[in-house]
């Protein structure tokens, strides 16, 4: 159970009570941030540049509700500037223009920075970007600018080329649970009511946001509208969850039981090459809110259990779709994935690898204490020259076909042990004629090697 304390006295100021919560517990300062550890722990060059008030152009790229806003404003407060905000989705060249003067007034008559930040910055188009550029050079704005989408594609190079591009994670479970905590500290000091949140239903609250503080803090908010107060309680629970996240609440019914099954759905259609199946449930996991990239994850998976050597070119496309998906953002990338779950639903399937590796995990487990044959060490001095290292090996371009008929290259105790079985679907049909190929060169070898 997580309860608040009605005592804590967080110093938060109520002028601004009728803002959104997220808006209202926005941090200030660096100590206060969540998230981001991998540009922000301490010591790293970001945070020492904003804490000496020394900041450079900047471009933050990441998903939504992972803090760029935040970050930007953060730097404004330590290099005492001033900030001015544009939105690439309701601002034009105009308001561009109307935030360059300012900054220009404020550093000829206040001596004062300015950070202008300009949001969702890739939806400019390439002559309202350039106008920026006259201004980051003569140093009349710090420019941060935030995108969701790959700076590399959607801005400018000039732009790029003046900037530096640090790349926002989703928050974890660890960081979402500290925004939480803290959110729930601020409700009680202000309402002065005990909020009381079963472990379950903070845990799919959590599930819910999705990396997206965000929207954990508007999920929160949203079930604090509809909780019922009791004794000055004030209860959480998973109903009134139900009531504001609608169906996506399903995929982490069960303390999460039904996202696996979602998965192990998707998994066994793949396997089972039923393409249309499997674009069913990767869009039962999307529309309950669940992770592109877990799929995507997922395919590779299936790329060497499932398909394996049958179809090589499986593990590829796997790699390429989640690359697509990292590069271009969900829109492209969520169908890029679709499109790998539908040829690897189609793709020949083996499973010979999988298990052929099993096998050799159990067998490496078991004969560990066997030593490697004298022909196989490496013979790097002459001390081991004279023990033999390396002797009476065949070097395998030397022989005839580039095989070396009848070497062993286990212990002797398990020579010519057999793992792997291909099997006659896809590439693994020729993979399994030339293996069979070869077994017959080394038995016509042991042959000769008898007669």
Not at 43 to 72: D, R, Y
Not at 77 to 106: C, L, M
Request: proline fraction near 3%; include cysteine; charged fraction near 25%.
């Amino acid at each position: 159970m997580t309860k608040g304390n009605g005592s804590l006295d967080l110093g938060f100021v109520e002028d601004d009570r009728f803002k959104p919560l997220a808006a209202k517990l926005r941090p200030k300062t660096l100590a206060e941030y969540e998230g981001q550890e991998h540009i922000l722990a301490k010591g790293m060059p970001l945070p020492l540049a904003i804490e000496q008030g020394k900041v450079h152009s900047i471009i933050f790229w990441g998903p939504p509700g992972t803090g760029k806003t935040t970050i930007a404003e953060i730097i404004a407060n330590h290099a005492n500037a001033d900030i001015e905000r544009v939105s690439a989705v309701t601002s034009g060249i105009k308001d561009i223009r109307q935030a360059i003067e300012n900054a220009k007034d404020r550093a000829i008559h206040h001596q004062r920075r300015t950070v202008l930040f300009v949001d969702e910055v890739h939806r400019f188009n390439k002559s309202q970007q350039d106008a920026f550029l006259p201004h980051i050079e003569d140093g009349t704005i710090i420019f941060i600018g935030a995108t969701t989408e790959n700076p590399a594609f959607e801005l400018n190079q000039a732009i790029l080329s003046r900037a530096r591009v640090y790349t926002l994670k989703k928050l974890s479970e660890s960081n979402l649970n500290n925004v939480l905590t803290r959110a729930i500290a601020y409700q009680v000091n202000i309402s002065q009511l005990d909020i009381i949140i079963d472990d379950e239903t903070k845990k799919q609250l959590i599930a819910l946001a999705n990396g997206d503080a965000r929207r954990l803090l508007n999920l929160f908010e949203n079930c604090l509208e509809i909780a019922s107060v009791v004794n000055n309680q004030q209860i959480l629970n998973k109903e009134q969850l139900i009531q504001v996240a609608g169906n996506k609440i399903a995929l982490y019914d069960k303390g999460g039981d039904a996202f696996y099954d979602l998965i192990s759905a998707f998994h066994k259609s793949v396997r089972g090459s039923d393409p249309d199946a499997a674009l069913y449930w990767y869009a039962r996991i999307l529309t309950g809110g669940g992770d592109a990239l877990y799929v995507a994850r997922r395919l590779l998976a299936i790329a060497s259990e499932d398909i394996g050597n049958a179809d090589p070119r499986a593990m590829q496309l796997a790699i390429n779709a989640w690359d697509t998906f990292q590069r271009v953002g969900p829109g492209e990338g969520e169908r890029a994935i679709a499109q790998a779950a539908v040829y690897m639903a189609l793709a020949p399937k083996s499973n010979a690898v999988y298990k052929a590796f099993s096998q050799a995990k159990v067998l490496a487990k078991e004969t560990s204490d066997l030593d490697v044959p004298l022909h196989l060490k490496n013979s790097t001095s002459a001390i081991t020259k004279e023990l033999g290292h390396g002797s009476e090996y065949r070097y395998a371009h030397d022989e005839v076909g580039g095989f070396a008929a009848g070497e062993n290259y286990f212990p002797k105790e398990i020579a010519h042990t057999s793992l792997y079985q291909p099997t006659d679907r896809g590439l693994e049909k020729q993979l399994r004629e030339k293996l069979n190929y070869l077994n017959q060169l080394d038995q016509q070898s042991d042959q000769q090697r008898y007669d």
